[in-house]
């Protein structure tokens, strides 16, 4: 009777956790949508009224962009479980999407790493957390790469007031330092036990099909992100809108922020950047806000009911 009362304790523990971060994320969904300072709802209704979005073929193209952006990810997760234990598709998906849904209420979607440990038993844990970290550092290189390009281009080509050979500076002192801070601690793990037992060795074939994942996924999102402002109208190049899209991408992959305001936070660099290239601030806000329920949103409601059928019992 004991064991029974426990064990019912604990499901409904869980199901109070599981509900209420569904909640709150979808509170937060709605506050965003509803109450966003930058772009009022009648702004953002006029300009999809105007454009062509909704047209079937619009819609399914953006979509299946949507799905193909999500695909990647959920491959390049499977793949990097891989060195650990072998899951599919489906359940990388399952643990994708519902660490996405966990993870828009914290500051740089932190709490995917939290959310992805759970579905895995306590002695992996950490080699999750490990894994989780080696496939958004091969993302955040693939946005660095990129970004880099693209803010080289938009800077020689468009009046800003910054100091190249400062950027490159800094940018040179953050490469040194970030391959430093690497074989520093190859070091340290490769003499503590602690961390010896607990670090998955990645083979170079994984590090490289994942950097492959990451770079793949980025240009899709930001071609996603492209076909946007041909649809909404917008007068600019491909490479002045690309090269504009990296930087956007660059400078906001290193500002801390809850996932929740991704929005607001690419909307407010989005309008310094494309306003030098004369967008209406209007029509990128609209944008930037589409790019988040569309990669963002619809994706969390997925996950939100991996999140409800989430079962502590079945773990990897």
């Not at 299946?64 to 072998?86: A, D, G, Q, R, Y």
């Not at 959310?115 to 999750?128: D, H, Q, V």
């Not at 281009?153 to 007031?161: D, L, M, V």
């Not at 492959?212 to 999102?221: G, Q």
Request: aromatic share 16%; proline share 2%; with cysteine.
């Amino acid at each position: 009777m004991k064991y029974s009362q426990t064990h019912k304790s604990k499901q409904i523990f869980w199901l109070l956790i599981k509900l209420t971060i569904v909640f709150i994320c979808a509170y937060f969904i709605w506050q965003k949508l509803y109450y966003n300072k930058l772009l009022s709802l009648d702004d953002f209704k006029s300009v999809l009224i105007k454009s062509e979005l909704f047209t079937f073929k619009n819609c399914s193209f953006l979509l299946i962009l949507t799905f193909i952006n999500w695909l990647l990810e959920i491959l390049k997760w499977k793949t990097l479980v891989k060195e650990l234990k072998n899951i599919n598709l489906i359940t990388a998906a399952k643990q994708s999407l519902a660490s996405l849904t966990a993870s828009l209420i914290t500051p740089n979607r932190i709490g995917e790493y939290g959310a992805k440990a759970l579905y895995f038993t306590k002695n992996k844990r950490i080699k999750i957390l490990h894994l989780n970290l080696i496939g958004n550092l091969h993302q955040l290189i693939a946005t660095v790469f990129f970004g880099v390009l693209g803010f080289v281009y938009f800077y020689k080509n468009h009046p800003i007031n910054i100091n190249l050979s400062n950027f490159y500076s800094v940018f040179i002192l953050i490469c040194t330092s970030s391959i430093l801070i690497l074989v520093l601690w190859k070091l340290v793990i490769s003499k503590l036990n602690f961390f010896k037992d607990r670090i998955v060795k990645i083979k170079l074939k994984t590090h490289l099909n994942v950097a492959l994942y990451s770079f793949l996924r980025y240009l899709v999102f930001s071609h996603q992100f492209y076909f946007l402002l041909i649809l909404l109208k917008t007068n600019i190049s491909y490479i002045g809108a690309i090269s504009g899209i990296s930087t956007m991408y660059l400078i906001s992959s290193f500002i801390p922020m809850l996932s929740i305001f991704d929005a607001v936070l690419k909307g407010s660099i989005a309008l310094l950047i494309f306003e030098i290239l004369g967008v209406n601030s209007i029509i990128i806000l609209s944008i930037t806000t589409l790019m988040w329920v569309l990669n963002f949103v619809l994706p969390s409601i997925i996950g939100s009911y991996f999140v409800i059928t989430f079962n502590p019992k079945k773990l990897a």
